[in-house]
């Protein structure tokens, strides 16, 4: 569990520089340059990865249960998940209109993703990992609207065909990992049924 409550640490606490210490981001691109910067960047993120990734699952061996989700869970889990993927793609897609109204739909995926998980996992592994990465979402996604609301740059228009690309990609992601496989090769665990 401590594995896990570090790899959280420093995955969130690096991927928060910009939006909730953005002093701290400049001090330390002036110390060490652009490119040390994105190297210590970059060292930090994947050791809080592999530390998160193992963390988590040393714990899943031996589950502390807080609260056993009911049945119907899975199924928001799945839908929410639909959101998510869509939302993640749309960051990617130029020009759609998800990105122009949401202006920050990569860290609305996270909030949707941590959210959807909460709902269908009562393990406190889970709400250590799935909590801290949804309230990480809250903060991050609400710092980066007031400097929205501070530039005064207005969001530039989205096409509809760039909308319906993001919707239609992000609905094939989905459907890999609900039906192609990829949540339990990734994870362990098929959707719907939690088979290990």
């Known amino acids: 569990m401590l594995q896990l409550l570090i790899g959280l640490a420093l995955f ?29 960047y970059a060292a930090v993120a994947v050791l809080g990865l592999y530390l998160l990734v193992q963390g988590y699952g040393q714990a899943r061996l031996g589950p502390v249960v807080l609260w056993t ?10 839908l929410l998940m639909w959101v998510a993927m869509v939302l993640l793609v749309a960051s990617y897609v130029p020009g759609n209109q998800i990105k122009a109204k949401m202006r920050h739909p990569m860290t609305l995926s996270v909030k949707v993703w941590a959210l959807g998980h909460l709902l269908s996992n009562g393990n406190l592994a889970d ?34 065909l760039s909308t319906l690309l993001a919707v239609v990609v992000g609905t094939g992601v989905w459907a890999a990992f609900l039906m192609g496989g990829l949540h339990l090769w990734l994870v362990g665990v098929m959707p719907f049924t939690r088979a290990v």
């Open 12 to 40: 969130l606490g690096i991927h928060s520089l910009q939006s909730l210490a953005p002093q701290v981001r400049q001090n330390s691109i002036a110390r060490w340059g652009p490119l040390g910067f994105k190297a210590v």
């Open 69 to 78: 989700p009911p049945r119907g869970m899975q199924h928001a889990t799945i």
């Open 127 to 160: 709400v250590l990992l799935f909590g801290g990465f949804l309230v990480w979402s809250v903060l991050v996604f609400r710092a980066a609207r007031k400097r929205d609301r501070q530039s005064l740059h207005s969001a530039p228009e989205g096409k509809l």
